[in-house]
């Protein structure tokens, strides 16, 4: 089911189309947020603040949630700003990310190692993702995945599902060096190449950051509002952080191909 938010818009004139990747395309990283919040959690619990738990959790889901799509590292340099905000001595940002990773990875493990066995990549994509990539590349525009999540790890990942091949703009995450790089750059970096103009832009993601970003510069954006991991319904916390951003339709996956396309691309154009 399409939910479309702005009578009249519609992507006719694209030519570039930016993909998202957790969340949005990939379910390998699932339930990310379940390793991220309570680590930052039990940090803050263990200051004796004095606030409840639960006070503490709203907090982090909060500012959590308002970066998601940015490079992990900015959620962990807010982290450590809220650490030392509540009086204690907080990390460097970057040891706080090992630490974010090494628990990720546990639980993710499982999921890598079943593809790299051989399990069929559509286990871990968000359901219509493949075939709808494939229209997209049908109608010539040129695809880019970009992320928050580390260059070398997504760029692997989109390997094991067989993605990367639809990508020929190219895959870009975060690097080390994290001021080179954000999906706003790679935005900025496509108009300045005259590839294409701001609003030959569609975007797709269940973040806010690419689709504010797109917004900007007057292009086409489309909230996947994934209710991670089925990915059957909208999730009505990711739909109104999108809509909050100007997202121009709320989809809850890809299996709406069809009513998708028809809605983007009104007669076939």
């Known amino acids: ?72 590292i900015y959620q962990m340099i807010e982290f450590a700003d809220q650490v030392r905000g509540y009086g204690g001595k907080p990390l460097d940002p970057l040891e706080y990310k090992r630490i974010y990773l090494g628990r990720l990875h546990r639980k993710i493990r499982h999921r890598l190692d079943d593809l790299a066995q051989g ?71 496509v108009i300045a190449s005259a590839e294409c103009r701001g609003d030959q832009f569609l975007c797709f993601g269940d973040g806010y950051v690419e689709i504010e970003n797109v917004k900007e510069v007057g292009g086409v954006a489309v909230g996947v509002a994934t209710d991670e991991p089925a990915c059957q319904a909208v999730d009505a916390w990711k739909r109104r952080r999108l809509t909050s951003v100007g997202a121009d339709f709320i989809i809850p996956n890809f299996l709406c191909q069809e009513q998708l396309l028809a809605s983007l691309f009104p007669n076939g154009k």
């Open 119 to 189: 399990a069929s990549p559509e286990k871990y994509l968000v359901p219509g993702a493949r075939a709808f990539l494939e229209a997209l590349r049908a109608r010539s525009l040129k695809l880019y995945l970009a992320s928050g999540t580390d260059q070398e790890f997504m760029r692997h990942e989109a390997r094991l599902l067989d993605v990367d091949r639809y990508f020929d703009g190219g895959i870009y995450g975060a690097l080390d060096d994290y001021k080179s790089f954000s999906k706003k750059i790679l935005i900025q970096r």
């Open 1 to 72: 089911m399409v939910e479309q938010l702005h009578s009249g818009v519609s992507a006719r004139n694209a030519r570039v189309c930016l993909f998202d990747f957790d969340g949005t395309i990939s379910l390998i990283r699932s339930g990310w947020m379940d390793v991220m919040i309570p680590m930052m959690v039990e940090t803050l619990a263990d200051l004796d603040t004095g606030e409840p738990v639960e006070q503490l959790r709203a907090v982090v889901e909060d500012r959590v949630g308002r970066l998601t799509g940015k490079q992990t």
